[in-house]
């Protein structure tokens, strides 16, 4: 079994794309990872989702609205192998592999493939041993406290997240309540409510007990969606970290118990794998919406756990995230933070079209005669605030890059936000953005440009990423650098 690490972005060139697959790796384990990686080389999310029901993509609205998201790709090799007259493959010494804007992991298990695990980092950490900006960003926008958790990432920093993620999904669940569906119950009792069944009752109750049989359809709190937490519950809990994890606060520990009430009569650990079979097709439900969420991420985790993927139908398993929106939730967890931001910044969420301010401001009798009347274009900047606070003219948009911009702007990025201040009427612009820190000092980079034309200015953030050989020093740092951040912006 072969373990890669690689980065994202890894395609620039300078550096080189790493070569992986190098002539001093023993060449059948680098074919083994070649063929691996041949199942998702070049491969769209957007493909690699309806190949897998073990694959887990943040955010999960890919490609809903036209972002571009759903085309991303995980890796592509590039290079040819090298085979025989009987076309069997000799060498892939020439073979490399690139990365996209994808973090996270994948793991290959099951018949026809070779065990590979592949993990992505942050191109923007340093190169220790642990990506404890990955597990920052984790660890911020989903509200997991790994410091409390004295949670060691030596140990399978890919695969752990799986149970760390758990009460993140288990809390949004809930919050639409305890899912309940229709079930179908045999019962033999006096209190008759259902179709008698007569065969059954025959052969249970004769002479007569006072008891009928029959079958009885109730909207049940116990089902196979409830009995798949519920196991995984108990997979939890098996695990090392596994009672701390189930116990991180009141409500985590309120809903579990509301999961135990609810399936204790007909829970049985030697159900698992009928609870697994009934559960192989995705919910679908007008209310319980986020329930598909946590029915995959806990049949991602019992398969893992439990049978290992291989009678798995697909040998395709992990959890992914694009790195821009996993840049921008941060940042919305700085700006929009009550304590720190004072909700000075609004966050609009063109995912799921929620914020947007209106281009054109035609009238409804204008828009009937233009061609795109029925466009209602809207535009969604990352985070901008009023041009109004307390008396003052402090308005601002800002938009999060998750690529290093020490080496210019792009065109396009530059006159959209530009467009942005000229339809908000906004005069101060600019851009957040992650560097890797190379110097004697931490410091927040800022640079100030004055706009032509209208005027107004155009300003630089640029965040570090500190070098540290402990997690809890890592964060300590990364919050000096967000105080740091907001006096800025303040």
């Avoid at 809903?64 to 090298?82: I, K, N």
Wanted: hydrophobic share 35%; charged share 25%; aromatic share 12%.
């Amino acid at each position: 079994m072969a373990h890669i690490t690689l980065t994202d972005n890894s395609i620039a060139n300078p550096p080189p794309i790493p070569a992986v697959l190098k002539s001093d790796t023993p060449p059948e384990q680098a074919i083994h990872v070649f063929q691996d990686l041949q199942q998702v080389s070049g491969k769209s999310l957007g493909e690699l989702c309806k190949e897998s029901e073990n694959l887990l993509v943040f955010p999960h609205c890919l490609g809903v609205h036209d972002d571009g998201l759903r085309e991303l790709s995980v890796c592509e090799l590039v290079g040819s192998p090298c085979y025989d007259q009987e076309n069997s493959l000799l060498h892939v010494n020439e073979v490399k592999i690139k990365t996209g804007n994808v973090m996270g992991f994948l793991g290959f298990s099951g018949k026809g493939s070779w065990g590979t695990q592949l993990e992505i980092r942050s191109r923007f950490t340093d190169n220790s041993k642990e990506d404890f900006f990955l597990h920052y960003l984790l660890e911020r926008v989903f509200k997991i406290n790994l410091f409390n958790l004295d949670y060691s990432f030596n140990q399978s920093p890919g695969l752990d997240f799986l149970y760390l993620l758990f009460p993140y999904f288990l809390k949004k669940a809930l919050g639409q309540g305890v899912f309940r569906s229709y079930q179908t119950f045999e019962k033999n009792d006096s209190a008759v409510r259902g179709a008698v069944n007569i065969p059954r009752h025959l052969r249970q109750n004769l002479p007569f007990k006072g008891t009928v049989a029959y079958r009885s359809r109730e909207y049940s709190y116990d089902n196979s969606m409830t009995q798949l937490i519920r196991h995984t519950i108990e997979c939890i809990r098996r695990k090392e970290i596994g009672p701390r994890i189930l116990s991180l606060d009141e409500e985590i520990r309120q809903g579990i118990k509301q999961i135990e009430m609810a399936t204790n009569e007909t829970y049985s650990l030697q159900k698992r794998q009928k609870v697994l079979q009934e559960n192989i097709r995705p919910v679908h439900h007008p209310y319980y919406t986020q329930y598909r969420n946590l029915q995959k991420l806990c049949l991602m985790i019992l398969n893992h756990s439990a049978i290992r993927y291989e009678e798995s139908r697909n040998s395709l398993y992990g959890l992914l995230f694009d790195g821009a929106w996993l840049w921008e939730e941060y940042l919305a967890t700085i700006l929009c933070d009550a304590k720190l931001g004072e909700k000075q910044f609004i966050h609009p969420t063109n995912k799921n079209r929620k914020g947007g301010i209106a281009l054109f401001n035609n009238s409804k009798d204008d828009n009937e005669k233009i061609s795109f009347s029925k466009c209602y274009r809207r535009i969604y900047p990352d985070f901008y605030r009023e041009n109004v606070v307390c008396g003052l003219q402090n308005g601002m948009i800002l938009d999060a890059k998750y690529k290093g911009l020490e080496q210019g702007l792009v065109r396009d990025d530059l006159y959209q936000i530009i467009s942005y201040m000229h339809t908000m009427k906004i005069s101060c612009g600019g851009f957040l953005y992650p560097y890797q820190w190379a110097g004697e000092t931490e410091e927040l980079q800022y640079q100030c440009y004055k706009l032509a034309g209208y005027g107004g200015t155009f300003q630089l953030y640029g965040i570090p990423i500190p070098e540290a050989k402990e997690y809890s020093h890592f964060k300590a740092k990364m919050r000096e650098q967000e105080v740091k951040l907001l006096e800025r912006l303040q």
